[in-house]
């Protein structure tokens, strides 16, 4: 993703719309984006009984979906400097809808593919979205309290992820039980593309404050790559298997919850239990910013990244309610772990803190590879077994806190320098 917050600004004297007002139209796409990538962990169970997949085949979903993070956001940031920030906004939603209406014929043709390219376009304008969103969410106020800004954005994506499984569960699932119809999907998506409408709509007569980019490309570029800074290049990875992680564990819940003996578990049901997972993510993150008070980032990350593993080995050798609670459980510590992880990584990068930025959303692409891997794990063991490849990427970004974190010298850099850019670093 080619978008940097600290090399964005807001214009000093900003037309039309308050700040605050501002921002809180901002943070609603926050929202928007986490209730729709939530419904993936509802609709891979969904695609994969209609049509009788293999867990492999049924993370398409998230590879398709994910997949349009890695492809599209280098073209988005591109086209944000033609079309502008609130013009961006505008066709992001209105890919969204796009995407949702496809759903519509997906369902009458009954073709995996054409669900597949559906979330294919949901997931570009998403991204357009994110692209667009972040540098407001970043300037709209003083630097001091970006990261504040950019937690409470986050706890409200967060507030989406939670809310969109139980709708998904309702009005998917329910469906599905009730009439045995494939065609489930179609009213639910369409609603949401009516929203999404209406929201650009609205977006449209909105004016919102002005924000310019101050960036001298030429000097970002020369002599930067993504191994410059070690640091930098361990953390790409982390975000890679966080992602990957987070995602692959919501995408089987469902599947998981049916497998393991719960007295009047039905499909509904583990569908609104997805929520407790996303829920417990925005609980933690709260907590989290408390904490970080008081205790290091590096250790708070550290600490829940051990216990995250350690819930999936109880999760993994456990039947019943003691599996899926410690499950459900590993929500909670993912919480802080994309801020953080973000946060440390592009500290002492300096004017080259925009492109470092830009490599690591990109590794975000790990929620298309990650649930495809468990899912191949899955068809060959058991699905609770599959569980532990989410374990493992947790043990990497618990090493990543304590030892691939450290700021590493680049050429031509003395210690003292990089001990000066990381003396006082940023929280998330």
Not at 181 to 192: E, F, G, M, R, T
Request: hydrophobic share 55%; aromatic share 12%.
């Amino acid at each position: 993703m080619q978008s940097s917050q600290s090399n964005v600004k807001i214009s000093q004297k900003p037309e039309g719309l308050s700040i605050h007002f501002a921002f809180a139209a901002m943070t609603s796409l926050f929202f928007i984006w986490g209730f729709i990538t939530a419904l993936n962990d509802i609709l891979l169970p969904y695609l994969k009984g209609a049509f009788s997949l293999s867990y492999l085949q049924a993370g398409l979903v998230q590879f398709c979906f994910f997949g349009a993070y890695f492809i599209v956001s280098p073209f988005a940031g591109r086209m944000l400097e033609k079309v502008g920030y609130k013009n961006g906004i505008i066709i992001g939603l209105g890919t969204v809808a796009a995407g949702c209406c496809l759903f519509f014929p997906a369902a009458e043709a009954a073709i995996y593919a054409v669900f597949l390219f559906a979330l294919f376009v949901l997931a570009a304008g998403i991204a357009i979205l994110q692209v667009s969103a972040n540098p407001y969410v970043a300037v709209l106020g003083s630097e001091e309290t970006a990261a504040s800004r950019l937690n409470f954005a986050q706890a409200i994506n967060s507030l989406g992820h939670t809310a969109g499984p139980a709708f998904g569960a309702i009005l998917i699932l329910s469906a599905v039980e009730q009439s045995g119809s494939a065609k489930a999907v179609q009213l639910p998506y369409l609603l949401i593309a009516v929203a999404l409408v209406v929201v650009a709509l609205v977006f449209y007569k909105l004016k919102l404050p002005n924000i310019s980019e101050h960036l001298d490309e030429s000097k970002a570029a020369s002599h930067f790559t993504l191994f410059s800074h070690k640091h930098l290049t361990y953390g790409v990875l982390a975000i890679f298997l966080y992602v990957g992680a987070e995602v692959a564990v919501g995408s089987y819940l469902v599947n998981f919850f049916m497998q393991l003996g719960i007295e009047d578990m039905t499909t509904v049901t583990a569908g609104k239990m997805v929520s407790y997972y996303w829920g417990a993510a925005m609980v933690g993150r709260f907590a989290g910013a408390l904490i970080m008070r008081y205790v290091a980032p590096t250790t708070l990350l550290a600490i829940n990244s051990v216990l995250a593993v350690a819930m999936i080995i109880v999760a993994v050798n456990s039947s019943g309610e003691m599996a899926m609670w410690t499950i459900l459980a590993v929500g909670f510590f993912n919480s802080i772990m994309f801020p953080t992880i973000f946060t440390l990584a592009i500290r002492g990068l300096g004017e080259h803190t925009g492109r470092g930025s830009g490599y690591l959303c990109q590794g975000i692409v790990g929620g298309a590879i990650l649930p495809m891997i468990q899912g191949q794990a899955a068809d060959m063991m058991t699905l609770q077994w599959s569980f532990l490849i989410p374990a493992v990427c947790y043990l990497y970004i618990a090493w990543y806190a304590l030892r691939g974190s450290r700021v590493s010298v680049p050429v031509g850099e003395s210690a003292s320098d990089a001990e000066k850019q990381t003396k006082h670093p940023e929280r998330s």
